[in-house]
């Protein structure tokens, strides 16, 4: 009984703080061209922070690769029947920034987000031509309190960060969000590494 009662604290002040353990099915990956940092079990939904955003280096994924052309970006949402979403809308973005915060937007596109299912943007030929130091972010600005809840694994690599004002960006300590991002190496025809910080997190 203690046990259950403590149980139901800890998720109560997860709850607090905007996010809430979930237990769901894995998520399919994707193929080699896709950039992702999380293992694919969702296990943690948040609406925490106005902006939810995945900083991207693609020397993680290539070593010595400064530069990305970004032609797809992939969210992944979930509506929990006790915490109703007031809209279903949201901004996908794009932005050039390091660790810091993003500094220089590529593009906003306004998206709807479906429940637990896979929601982007496909990008005009040529795509969008990034640094090596990017962000996948999630604006939900149009929401009264920060939805729609977006899914996040439960093995924190420090590439998940949200802010309320765009100024102050906190890591999300439960995991990394499922925002993936599909990218080649402009100017060839070489794919990025399918070795991703999601499937590395999954073997180790």
Same mark, same amino acid.
């Given at each position: 009984?203690?046990?259950?009662?403590?149980?139901?604290?800890?998720?109560?002040?997860?709850?607090?703080?905007?996010?809430?353990?979930?237990?769901? $099915?894995?998520?399919?990956?994707?193929?080699?061209?896709?950039?992702?940092?999380? =293992?694919?079990?969702?296990?943690?939904?948040?609406?925490?922070?106005?902006?939810?955003?995945?900083?991207?280096?693609?020397?993680?994924?290539?070593?010595?690769?400064?530069?990305?052309?970004?032609?797809?970006?992939?969210?992944?949402?979930?509506?929990?029947?006790?915490?109703?979403? =007031?809209?279903?809308?949201?901004?996908?973005?794009?932005?050039?920034?390091?660790?810091?915060?993003?500094?220089?937007?590529? =593009?906003?596109?306004?998206?709807?987000?479906?429940?637990?299912?896979?929601?982007?943007?496909?990008?005009? /030929?040529?795509?969008?031509?990034?640094?090596?130091?990017?962000?996948?972010? /999630?604006?939900?600005?149009?929401?009264?309190?920060?939805?729609?809840?977006?899914?996040?694994?439960?093995?924190?690599?420090?590439?998940?960060?949200?802010? $309320?004002?765009?100024?102050?960006?906190?890591?999300?300590?439960?995991?990394?969000?499922?925002?993936?991002?599909? /990218?080649?190496?402009?100017?060839?025809?070489?794919?990025? =590494?399918?070795?991703?910080?999601?499937?590395?997190?999954?073997?180790?």
């Amino acid at each position: 009984m203690k046990k259950a009662i403590a149980i139901l604290a800890v998720l109560s002040l997860a709850a607090f703080a905007g996010q809430i353990a979930v237990d769901l $099915d894995p998520v399919a990956g994707n193929d080699a061209d896709w950039l992702q940092y999380d =293992d694919g079990t969702a296990q943690w939904l948040t609406w925490g922070g106005m902006y939810r955003g995945v900083w991207f280096n693609t020397e993680d994924f290539i070593p010595g690769e400064t530069s990305a052309g970004i032609e797809e970006s992939e969210f992944w949402f979930f509506h929990h029947s006790s915490y109703p979403w =007031d809209t279903s809308d949201f901004y996908a973005e794009i932005w050039n920034g390091d660790a810091m915060m993003p500094t220089v937007q590529l =593009d906003q596109t306004m998206v709807t987000a479906t429940h637990y299912a896979p929601v982007g943007v496909v990008y005009a /030929a040529p795509g969008l031509s990034a640094e090596g130091n990017f962000w996948g972010l /999630a604006n939900t600005e149009m929401s009264a309190g920060g939805w729609p809840a977006i899914l996040g694994d439960a093995a924190p690599v420090g590439h998940s960060f949200n802010s $309320d004002d765009f100024i102050v960006w906190e890591p999300w300590a439960y995991g990394d969000y499922f925002v993936r991002i599909s /990218a080649v190496i402009p100017d060839t025809t070489l794919a990025l =590494d399918n070795t991703t910080w999601g499937s590395l997190k999954v073997a180790f």
